[in-house]
């Protein structure tokens, strides 16, 4: 492109628009390549399409840049050289040239009167600086030339072979190798350039016009420098000539036999031997010259000249420098308060000029507050003063700006405090730009807040018809000043209460606003705390398992305000209270919910009616939010589930809050010794979506150890003295065991005492595991005194939780409508004695419709709460339960025969006592009224299923595993489990069904219906399918072993069962099998061991750990008690029937209270003591259940006559959910055509 000559600015900017390149550099120069002043103008804009003014000017007088040195390429010396000649040296490098000097930039700066905010630039050119942009002076030296690069030596060539070795000749020696060249010489980096010098001219009232000047005058930097290049290598040896080796006959000499001197011939070689190699070439020299990097430009200089009024000049190095060095802030009320709505003032602002040069005394400049998302600064700015360099003073005035209001609504619960800076900016204000340097001085940090704080409300997050219930809330005046209509201050403030939902009466309501309170406040003075009570029950026509909500709003008057302006929010609180049934014991319930105040309403509400209206069962609900434990009800020091040995206990297991004071989960409120001796004697718990899995895994792995002592064998504990005695002692005993059984050990020669204690246990581990592998037993040393000397001591085995022990944990979360998932696995949750007596009982049914309670509970404890009206059981709990039956047996299976690698010591006919959840299963059949004649066509199908799923899963995997079982170890443990299953527990339905063949192979029995073929043939397509999948899920995961695959299988019936489709994740947590059965990384030392050895110091760690938490138990069962007794009370107990304060509590006449310097303590202890968790309800008996009943029955007939108006805020029961007929529930997850449970 052709130099730009001269010519004015528009001409040129219209030009420069013509471009159609992103980034464009337009230099002007009137003699290119010639010596002299270069001036350049440099317009940078990043959209050159756009008409916008560039953001900065470039006047440029940069030196140029040195040449650099020759960098040779390595291409022409990297072969060889021919054999027998020297590598060629490399070339040198050339030198690189120095940048040459910056040129000098002339310039005068002038404002424009005519257009504001414009700055005149003349000299060589002239140019215009507007408000957006700044001007930069660049005359920078130019850098130097980098160093050059020496080229690299060329490889010597090789020496000639020798020549071989013949007969005749001898072998000749390799020629050496020839040199390799030299390298050539690189160069050092050359020098930069020297910067030039920047002119300025600018009149004394026109100093502000420095502001935009920005200048450049830094020398050009060396250049960096080069390298020397490396030598060739040399060439190698030639390789001497090879050997030769030949053969001759000669004759020899020799006395035979006979002692006679005979003459014979023999081989006789010959050699040659091979010549030696070359000597190598040397390698080319490197030049050690050292190279340095070019020596940078001095830097320019800058003077500024000043044309004073009287014609007279100054003459300065530099501009003058504007810093902020302090200033004072403080609320414009004086409280100590920077809250929304109010101005923040600035004083005492004092101002540095650190430059070379007097700040404008004419064209003053201003002072402001910067602008910040919070602040508006005011209308009037401060003038600076002229300052002298290095003069420091004191601006005279004050600043203000505004705090704006809140923009963004805080989440309720939030109290404002927002972080801010304030920073002051200095400026000129015909040129509409700041001073740039003033930005980087002192800064104010700041928080915006309220003068008033509102803490945490304390309430109850669940509440129960009939109760009173308490709620308080603290208002404390974080100011410095008082607060409230009669005070100094006259600013209003108070709180509001509101029930939108009108579901509660609140006591202090008046008729006019019965759903609105509002307590303004008189007075609060600084620092002190304000405390409001407020006493409520919930309406009658409330709904159970239905959330109300109070929102509590701390309100207060703006700074400016007047006394008759409206109040602004700013603090509000959301209370959500769950309105709940208080806890009442029902001896003939089955089940025990345990819900929260966080739990899905909609989601228990529809838990509850399954089990009343699906199973038909009774179930009991304890809710913790109303209880704060497990423990204490009905004034009564009796633990809640002790009630339901040997029942269900179901515990909502989402993490809950804990009366304002963090969050708990269910599990940490539950004592580890109940919930050991429940689940030891049957009880069966489920936990339900658990929000913290880790959390109850470890909770889980209390219960592997029972907390008790372990006494030396000389007390009353001791059974026996030998290990063998003690195991046959266990033996005998199909139940469970409290004893504590220890026996004697000696310390043994050439080892210590503990040694012997460790490999004792050990050993008495591996014996208890063959010996009873689905029972758990901890083999650990006994209590001795540490102290004490000993030579002997004693191991205790102790026994924990077996396998039969249901701890199960669902993993879907809850949802609005209860899905199939849930069914099951409340179905699940049944004891199994109980299940086993129902399942006995529905194979004399149709399995595809609902089945009567008449029929599925005959001869059970179950209908102990009958009342004569025929219920239904829904058809889906009935398929639930016998995947549950399957799913049980097939664990219990597979975890006996899980480590079978060894031989089985117990024998065959003893084997099925061994298997309690089997054996339930054959007895409980012997005692129900099920026969071959009774059973329907989908019973006897069930039934067939599963006696083929166990066949299944008791079978050999493959050849190798057949081979294993029936010819290398005749005796192991899952041969003889096979046997028991294919013989014992066949024989044992012969009644019922024909017995099955051991293999497909056998031929048909005579006299058999087809009926009975076709079953039998169901039977064995029902083993051979499951084979099939274990085989499978054995190469695709390896490590699960026999236990893990049979849980695998489990979990995929059950996505059939729950309709899978929907949710592929249909899968369940069985702990007491996860948790407390070992699979090489827990805590035994092999796959499918219960039983442990436990040294002395995992002992003491466990009981620490047990103890530390049983002492937080008891703590917060104790503070809970004592929060819900200060905050709830019994309706009946109230002497006045009507809304008023129940007794104990403070009069809510004087609710307001308040209290200087110290914090409110809402615990209040009332005379006769409050009830928990509003459960003071007596134990009614079976009849008063029954009458209660029917009361409800006909109380729910008439409300399904009587019509309920829309409008109503607050609908009765049945609005609140969806009350399912489970006899409306479609039949589905088994394959109808065979009644397959996979």
Same mark, same amino acid.
């Given at each position: 492109?052709?130099?730009?000559?001269?010519?004015?600015?528009?001409?040129?900017?219209?030009?420069?628009?013509?471009?159609?390149?992103?980034?464009?550099?337009?230099?002007?120069?009137?003699?290119?390549?010639?010596?002299?002043?270069?001036?350049?103008?440099?317009?940078?804009?990043?959209?050159?399409?756009?008409?916008?003014?560039?953001?900065?000017?470039?006047?440029?007088?940069?030196?140029?840049?040195?040449?650099?040195?020759?960098?040779?390429?390595?291409?022409?010396?990297?072969?060889?050289?021919?054999?027998?000649?020297?590598?060629?040296?490399?070339?040198?490098?050339?030198?690189?040239?120095?940048?040459?000097?910056?040129?000098?930039?002339?310039?005068?700066?002038?404002?424009?009167?005519?257009?504001?905010?414009?700055?005149?630039?003349?000299?060589?050119?002239?140019?215009?600086?507007?408000?957006?942009?700044?001007?930069?002076?660049?005359?920078?030296?130019?850098?130097?030339?980098?160093?050059?690069?020496?080229?690299?030596?060329?490889?010597?060539?090789?020496?000639?072979?020798?020549?071989?070795?013949?007969?005749?000749?001898?072998?000749?020696? $390799?020629?050496? &190798?020839?040199?390799? #060249?030299?390298? @050539?010489? =690189?160069?050092? *980096?050359?020098? %930069? !350039?020297? +910067? /030039?010098?920047?002119?300025?001219?600018?009149?004394?009232?026109?100093?502000?016009?420095?502001?935009?000047?920005?200048?450049?005058?830094? $020398?050009?930097? &060396?250049?960096?420098? #080069?390298?020397? @290049?490396? =030598?060739?290598? *040399?060439?190698? %040896? !030639?390789? +001497? /000539?090879?050997?030769?080796?030949?053969?001759?006959?000669?004759?020899?000499?020799?006395?035979?036999?006979?002692?006679?001197?005979?003459? $014979?011939?023999?081989?006789?070689?010959?050699?040659?031997?091979?010549?030696?190699?070359?000597?190598?070439?040397?390698?080319?020299?490197?030049?050690?010259?050292?190279?340095?990097?070019?020596?940078?430009?001095?830097?320019?200089?800058?003077?500024?000249?000043?044309?004073?009024?009287?014609?007279?000049?100054?003459?300065?190095?530099?501009?003058?420098?504007?810093?902020?060095?302090?200033?004072?802030?403080?609320?414009?009320?004086?409280?100590?308060?920077?809250?929304?709505?109010?101005?923040?003032?600035?004083?005492?602002?004092?101002?540095?000029?650190?430059?070379?040069?007097?700040?404008?005394?004419?064209?003053?400049?201003?002072?402001?507050?910067?602008?910040?998302?919070?602040?508006?600064?005011?209308?009037?700015?401060?003038?600076?003063?002229?300052?002298?360099?290095?003069?420091?003073?004191?601006?005279?005035?004050?600043?203000?700006?505004?705090?704006?209001?809140?923009?963004?609504?805080?989440?309720?619960?939030?109290?404002?405090?927002?972080?801010?800076?304030?920073?002051?900016?200095?400026?000129?204000?015909?040129?509409?730009?700041?001073?740039?340097?003033?930005?980087?001085?002192?800064?104010?940090?700041?928080?915006?807040?309220?003068?008033?704080?509102?803490?945490?409300?304390?309430?109850?997050?669940?509440?129960?018809?009939?109760?009173?219930?308490?709620?308080?809330?603290?208002?404390?005046?974080?100011?410095?000043?008082?607060?409230?209509?009669?005070?100094?201050?006259?600013?209003?403030?108070?709180?509001?209460?509101?029930?939108?939902?009108?579901?509660?009466?609140?006591?202090?309501?008046?008729?006019?606003?019965?759903?609105?309170?509002?307590?303004?406040?008189?007075?609060?003075?600084?620092?002190?705390?304000?405390?409001?009570?407020?006493?409520?029950?919930?309406?009658?026509?409330?709904?159970?398992?239905?959330?109300?909500?109070?929102?509590?709003?701390?309100?207060?008057?703006?700074?400016?305000?007047?006394?008759?302006?409206?109040?602004?929010?700013?603090?509000?609180?959301?209370?959500?209270?769950?309105?709940?049934?208080?806890?009442?014991?029902?001896?003939?319930?089955?089940?025990?919910?345990?819900?929260?105040?966080?739990?899905?309403?909609?989601?228990?509400?529809?838990?509850?009616?399954?089990?009343?209206?699906?199973?038909?069962?009774?179930?009991?609900?304890?809710?913790?939010?109303?209880?704060?434990?497990?423990?204490?009800?009905?004034?009564?020091?009796?633990?809640?589930?002790?009630?339901?040995?040997?029942?269900?206990?179901?515990?909502?297991?989402?993490?809950?809050?804990?009366?304002?004071?963090?969050?708990?989960?269910?599990?940490?409120?539950?004592?580890?010794?109940?919930?050991?001796?429940?689940?030891?004697?049957?009880?069966?718990?489920?936990?339900?979506?658990?929000?913290?899995?880790?959390?109850?895994?470890?909770?889980?792995?209390?219960?592997?150890?029972?907390?008790?002592?372990?006494?030396?064998?000389?007390?009353?504990?001791?059974?026996?003295?030998?290990?063998?005695?003690?195991?046959?002692?266990?033996?005998?005993?199909?139940?469970?065991?409290?004893?504590?059984?220890?026996?004697?050990?000696?310390?043994?020669?050439?080892?210590?005492?503990?040694?012997?204690?460790?490999?004792?246990?050990?050993?008495?581990?591996?014996?208890?595991?063959?010996?009873?592998?689905?029972?758990?037993?901890?083999?650990?040393?006994?209590?001795?005194?540490?102290?004490?000397?000993?030579?002997?001591?004693?191991?205790?085995?102790?026994?924990?939780?077996?396998?039969?022990?249901?701890?199960?944990?669902?993993?879907?979360?809850?949802?609005?409508?209860?899905?199939?998932?849930?069914?099951?696995?409340?179905?699940?949750?049944?004891?199994?004695?109980?299940?086993?007596?129902?399942?006995?009982?529905?194979?004399?049914?149709?399995?595809?419709?609902?089945?009567?309670?008449?029929?599925?509970?005959?001869?059970?404890?179950?209908?102990?709460?009958?009342?004569?009206?025929?219920?239904?059981?829904?058809?889906?709990?009935?398929?639930?339960?016998?995947?549950?039956?399957?799913?049980?047996?097939?664990?219990?299976?597979?975890?006996?025969?899980?480590?079978?690698?060894?031989?089985?010591?117990?024998?065959?006919?003893?084997?099925?006592?061994?298997?309690?959840?089997?054996?339930?299963?054959?007895?409980?059949?012997?005692?129900?009224?099920?026969?071959?004649?009774?059973?329907?066509?989908?019973?006897?199908?069930?039934?067939?299923?599963?006696?083929?799923?166990?066949?299944?899963?008791?079978?050999?995997?493959?050849?190798?595993?057949?081979?294993?079982?029936?010819?290398?170890?005749?005796?192991?443990?899952?041969?003889?489990?096979?046997?028991?299953?294919?013989?014992?527990?066949?024989?044992?339905?012969?009644?019922?069904?024909?017995?099955?063949?051991?293999?497909?192979?056998?031929?048909?029995?005579?006299?058999?219906?087809?009926?009975?073929?076709?079953?039998?043939?169901?039977?064995?397509?029902?083993?051979?399918?499951?084979?099939?999948?274990?085989?499978?899920?054995?190469?695709?995961?390896?490590?699960?072993?026999?236990?893990?695959?049979?849980?695998?299988?489990?979990?995929?019936?059950?996505?059939?069962?729950?309709?899978?489709?929907?949710?592929?994740?249909?899968?369940?947590?069985?702990?007491?099998?996860?948790?407390?059965?070992?699979?090489?990384?827990?805590?035994?030392?092999?796959?499918?061991?219960?039983?442990?050895?436990?040294?002395?110091?995992?002992?003491?760690?466990?009981?620490?750990?047990?103890?530390?938490?049983?002492?937080?138990?008891?703590?917060?069962?104790?503070?809970?008690?004592?929060?819900?007794?200060?905050?709830?009370?019994?309706?009946?107990?109230?002497?006045?029937?009507?809304?008023?304060?129940?007794?104990?509590?403070?009069?809510?006449?004087?609710?307001?209270?308040?209290?200087?310097?110290?914090?409110?303590?809402?615990?209040?202890?009332?005379?006769?003591?409050?009830?928990?968790?509003?459960?003071?309800?007596?134990?009614?008996?079976?009849?008063?259940?029954?009458?209660?009943?029917?009361?409800?029955?006909?109380?729910?007939?008439?409300?399904?006559?009587?019509?309920?108006?829309?409008?109503?805020?607050?609908?009765?029961?049945?609005?609140?959910?969806?009350?399912?007929?489970?006899?409306?529930?479609?039949?589905?997850?088994?394959?109808?055509?065979?009644?397959?449970?996979?």
């Amino acid at each position: 492109m052709a130099p730009l000559r001269a010519a004015p600015l528009p001409s040129i900017l219209s030009n420069l628009f013509t471009c159609t390149f992103e980034t464009a550099t337009m230099t002007f120069c009137p003699c290119r390549g010639v010596v002299g002043v270069i001036t350049e103008v440099v317009i940078r804009q990043k959209e050159m399409h756009s008409q916008t003014l560039p953001t900065t000017i470039v006047i440029s007088a940069v030196g140029r840049a040195g040449e650099p040195g020759t960098y040779w390429d390595t291409w022409g010396n990297n072969f060889q050289a021919q054999a027998g000649s020297p590598g060629r040296h490399g070339r040198h490098a050339s030198h690189p040239t120095a940048g040459s000097h910056g040129q000098d930039i002339h310039i005068k700066l002038a404002y424009d009167n005519d257009r504001p905010g414009l700055v005149q630039v003349s000299g060589q050119k002239y140019v215009e600086v507007s408000p957006a942009q700044t001007l930069l002076l660049d005359c920078r030296g130019g850098d130097g030339g980098a160093g050059g690069f020496g080229e690299n030596g060329q490889p010597g060539g090789c020496g000639f072979n020798g020549g071989d070795a013949t007969r005749y000749y001898y072998a000749t020696d $390799g020629t050496a &190798g020839q040199n390799g #060249g030299d390298g @050539g010489r =690189g160069t050092s *980096g050359a020098a %930069g !350039g020297r +910067g /030039g010098a920047v002119y300025v001219t600018v009149s004394e009232s026109d100093l502000d016009t420095l502001i935009p000047l920005e200048y450049s005058i830094s $020398g050009g930097k &060396g250049g960096p420098p #080069g390298g020397h @290049g490396n =030598g060739g290598r *040399g060439g190698e %040896g !030639g390789n +001497g /000539g090879r050997s030769y080796t030949w053969f001759t006959t000669e004759l020899y000499t020799y006395i035979d036999s006979d002692a006679s001197l005979t003459t $014979g011939l023999r081989p006789k070689a010959h050699h040659h031997p091979r010549g030696r190699d070359g000597p190598g070439g040397q390698c080319g020299r490197r030049d050690t010259t050292p190279l340095y990097r070019g020596q940078d430009g001095s830097n320019g200089s800058t003077q500024i000249t000043v044309i004073r009024s009287d014609n007279s000049t100054g003459v300065y190095p530099s501009r003058y420098m504007l810093v902020v060095e302090g200033f004072d802030v403080r609320d414009e009320n004086d409280d100590g308060i920077n809250e929304p709505g109010e101005y923040v003032i600035v004083s005492n602002i004092r101002v540095k000029n650190v430059g070379k040069m007097p700040s404008p005394g004419k064209a003053r400049l201003s002072v402001q507050i910067r602008e910040t998302s919070w602040l508006t600064p005011g209308h009037k700015p401060l003038e600076l003063p002229a300052l002298a360099p290095g003069m420091t003073a004191l601006v005279p005035g004050t600043l203000r700006a505004l705090i704006r209001m809140e923009t963004t609504t805080r989440s309720t619960g939030t109290t404002l405090r927002a972080k801010d800076t304030v920073s002051l900016r200095a400026y000129s204000e015909r040129l509409q730009r700041d001073v740039p340097e003033f930005e980087n001085g002192v800064t104010v940090p700041i928080t915006y807040q309220y003068p008033l704080l509102l803490h945490t409300p304390t309430y109850l997050d669940c509440v129960a018809k009939g109760c009173i219930v308490r709620s308080v809330w603290t208002i404390e005046n974080i100011s410095s000043k008082p607060i409230g209509h009669t005070s100094t201050t006259g600013r209003r403030a108070g709180t509001s209460l509101s029930d939108p939902k009108g579901m509660f009466a609140l006591q202090r309501a008046s008729s006019e606003t019965p759903h609105d309170i509002v307590d303004m406040i008189d007075i609060l003075d600084p620092g002190c705390k304000m405390v409001v009570a407020l006493d409520f029950e919930v309406r009658p026509e409330a709904g159970e398992y239905s959330t109300g909500h109070m929102l509590l709003d701390l309100m207060l008057s703006e700074p400016h305000s007047k006394k008759n302006e409206r109040l602004r929010v700013v603090q509000n609180f959301d209370l959500q209270i769950q309105i709940s049934p208080s806890y009442r014991y029902n001896p003939s319930s089955r089940f025990l919910l345990v819900i929260n105040a966080q739990a899905l309403d909609e989601f228990v509400l529809n838990l509850v009616h399954f089990i009343e209206d699906g199973l038909c069962l009774g179930v009991d609900v304890l809710n913790l939010s109303l209880s704060g434990s497990f423990g204490v009800v009905d004034n009564e020091e009796e633990d809640v589930l002790l009630r339901y040995t040997g029942k269900t206990i179901i515990i909502l297991s989402n993490t809950m809050n804990y009366f304002q004071h963090g969050t708990r989960e269910p599990w940490d409120l539950l004592d580890h010794r109940t919930a050991f001796s429940l689940a030891k004697a049957g009880t069966s718990f489920l936990f339900v979506a658990p929000t913290n899995m880790e959390s109850l895994t470890n909770f889980v792995r209390l219960l592997a150890v029972p907390d008790c002592a372990l006494p030396l064998p000389d007390t009353d504990c001791t059974k026996g003295g030998k290990v063998s005695n003690a195991i046959t002692q266990l033996k005998t005993s199909r139940q469970s065991t409290s004893e504590v059984m220890s026996f004697p050990v000696k310390k043994k020669k050439f080892r210590d005492l503990g040694k012997t204690l460790e490999k004792t246990g050990i050993s008495v581990e591996k014996q208890l595991n063959k010996a009873l592998p689905l029972r758990s037993f901890i083999a650990a040393p006994c209590d001795v005194d540490l102290i004490a000397p000993r030579r002997s001591e004693g191991i205790a085995i102790v026994e924990g939780l077996p396998h039969s022990a249901k701890i199960v944990a669902s993993t879907q979360p809850y949802s609005q409508t209860l899905t199939e998932y849930i069914v099951a696995m409340v179905t699940h949750s049944l004891p199994f004695a109980d299940a086993c007596s129902i399942f006995w009982n529905i194979l004399q049914a149709d399995l595809g419709n609902h089945i009567s309670t008449r029929v599925a509970y005959a001869g059970t404890h179950l209908r102990e709460d009958d009342d004569g009206e025929e219920k239904f059981v829904s058809s889906k709990a009935c398929e639930a339960l016998i995947w549950s039956i399957m799913t049980q047996l097939a664990s219990e299976l597979s975890h006996f025969s899980d480590a079978a690698a060894s031989r089985c010591p117990i024998p065959q006919s003893a084997l099925l006592s061994q298997l309690p959840l089997l054996s339930q299963f054959i007895s409980s059949a012997a005692l129900s009224s099920c026969s071959q004649a009774s059973l329907t066509q989908s019973g006897a199908s069930s039934l067939v299923s599963i006696l083929g799923y166990l066949r299944g899963i008791s079978a050999p995997l493959g050849t190798a595993q057949w081979i294993a079982q029936n010819i290398i170890r005749l005796g192991n443990r899952r041969k003889k489990l096979r046997g028991v299953v294919v013989a014992q527990v066949s024989d044992t339905f012969v009644k019922l069904l024909t017995a099955p063949p051991s293999s497909t192979t056998e031929k048909q029995g005579k006299g058999e219906t087809a009926e009975q073929e076709k079953l039998k043939a169901k039977m064995m397509d029902q083993e051979a399918e499951t084979r099939k999948y274990l085989r499978e899920l054995r190469k695709k995961k390896p490590a699960l072993g026999q236990a893990g695959r049979a849980h695998e299988i489990a979990c995929a019936q059950l996505a059939l069962l729950t309709n899978g489709a929907i949710y592929p994740a249909a899968a369940f947590i069985d702990l007491n099998s996860t948790v407390l059965t070992t699979n090489g990384t827990q805590l035994g030392r092999g796959r499918g061991q219960r039983s442990v050895a436990m040294g002395r110091a995992e002992i003491q760690a466990l009981r620490s750990q047990r103890a530390k938490r049983q002492t937080r138990v008891a703590a917060e069962v104790a503070w809970s008690r004592d929060r819900v007794k200060s905050m709830v009370r019994n309706l009946t107990n109230v002497v006045n029937t009507g809304f008023g304060p129940p007794t104990g509590f403070p009069p809510t006449e004087t609710a307001i209270q308040q209290s200087k310097g110290n914090t409110f303590d809402p615990n209040p202890v009332d005379d006769d003591g409050g009830c928990i968790g509003c459960a003071n309800q007596p134990v009614v008996s079976e009849k008063e259940v029954a009458s209660e009943k029917e009361v409800a029955i006909n109380e729910e007939a008439i409300s399904e006559k009587e019509a309920v108006p829309e409008e109503e805020e607050i609908s009765n029961k049945k609005k609140w959910y969806r009350r399912i007929d489970w006899r409306d529930v479609s039949v589905s997850g088994f394959r109808k055509g065979k009644g397959e449970a996979i």
